[in-house]
């Protein structure tokens, strides 16, 4: 074909739209790549970990045990509980160590404390006070004041040592991850309000989380049980024969206890303080080992003692 007019414009309108094509698929191809590109700013979780523990293997945990059945998770899962997203923000690696393996209890200050004894514990958290680390996760000083000491409505659930490290990474992961803006805005609490709303107030809790101030006419068995409530002990000890994360305590005073090698021990002073100070020595038998925090750095004798003399009174 000719142009006799020699315009020739229909030539010129096709190069032209061949053009816009190739240029089309160019920034098509360049997107694509920019899509596959791993992180976009995004953290990934074999990149996070808490210890020894990664965020990896701490998603299967998470999985396993079926948190989502009752939690949400960047808005997945059940709303029963409360979102998991930034909750170790807000509470820290310390709040989490002391809350997980005894659930059905909120920790109080001086779990918190034992917890943040562990290196690992404060080397995640980046301090090694309690005044400090309140500083840096105010939603555990929040939780302490709130709740501690005081039941919760998770069940108990049968962690090792290990899983919840693992747990930990997992939760430090998500809490690192962008997920622009959710959850909302926490409403702490809610859980609470709604259960009140629906079945009255929960029964109060017996025991107020109050600093121990003991009246002078206090006798060492009242001390004690105060003192074994302010420590958290009370979320793994039961004192009615209830079998919670560890033993409970009634009865046991010169009882035979038997232990995972197959001896037994009459549980007298010196087994019962030393059970207290360094729970590795000896492990009662079918509970687990490593669970139970060693006090011995957190009490005076008197203290142990008197959670001794406690003890005792237990029938
Ligand atoms: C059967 C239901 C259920 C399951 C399963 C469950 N939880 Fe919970 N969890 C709860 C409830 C209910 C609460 C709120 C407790 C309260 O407010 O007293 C809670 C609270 C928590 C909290 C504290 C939340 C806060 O407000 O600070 C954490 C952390 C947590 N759960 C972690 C987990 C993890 C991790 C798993 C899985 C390994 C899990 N939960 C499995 C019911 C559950
Ligand atoms: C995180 C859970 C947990 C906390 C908190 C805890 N314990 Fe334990 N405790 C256990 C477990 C599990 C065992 C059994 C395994 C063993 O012997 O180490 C145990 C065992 C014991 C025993 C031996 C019981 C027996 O039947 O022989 C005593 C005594 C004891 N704990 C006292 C305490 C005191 C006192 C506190 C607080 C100052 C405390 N525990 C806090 C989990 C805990």
Excluded at 39 to 44: A, F, K, L, M, S
């Amino acid at each position: 074909m000719s142009c006799p007019d020699g315009s020739c414009k229909e030539p010129a309108k096709r190069s032209r739209a061949l053009i816009m094509l190739g240029l089309m698929m160019l920034v098509f191809i360049a997107l694509s790549g920019i899509s596959f590109v791993k992180t976009r700013g995004q953290v990934t979780p074999d990149t996070v970990s808490f210890a020894t523990h990664n965020a990896i293997d701490g998603k299967r945990i998470f999985q396993a045990y079926n948190c989502m059945g009752c939690h949400t998770m960047v808005g997945n899962g059940a709303y029963f509980a409360p979102d998991l997203t930034k909750e170790y923000a807000n509470a820290g690696p310390a709040w989490l160590a002391a809350f997980l393996p005894s659930a059905g209890g909120w920790p109080t200050e001086g779990a918190l404390k034992t917890q943040l004894l562990n290196k690992d514990i404060a080397a995640d958290a980046g301090v090694t006070t309690i005044a400090d680390y309140y500083k840096k996760y105010p939603g555990a000083k929040e939780r302490v004041e709130r709740r501690g000491g005081k039941s919760s409505y998770m069940p108990n659930l049968p962690f090792s040592t290990d899983e919840v490290g693992k747990l930990i990474a997992f939760l430090k992961y998500t809490s690192e991850m962008n997920t622009e803006g959710w959850p909302p805005e926490i409403k702490s609490g809610n859980l609470e309000k709604r259960i009140e709303l629906a079945h009255g107030p929960s029964a109060p809790a017996a025991t107020a989380t109050a600093t121990p101030v003991a009246p002078v006419e206090m006798t060492p068995a009242a001390h004690g049980k105060q003192l074994a409530t302010d420590m958290g002990c009370m979320a793994c000890h039961a004192t009615d024969g209830k079998r919670l994360v560890g033993p409970a305590w009634n009865g046991i005073y010169n009882s035979q206890v038997k232990l995972a090698d197959g001896s037994t021990v009459i549980a007298d002073d010196a087994y019962l303080t030393e059970s207290i100070m360094q729970p590795g020595a000896k492990t009662v038998e079918s509970y687990p080992k490593g669970t139970m925090p060693a006090y011995g750095t957190l009490m005076t004798d008197d203290d142990v003692k008197a959670i001794v003399a406690y003890i005792k009174t237990l029938k």
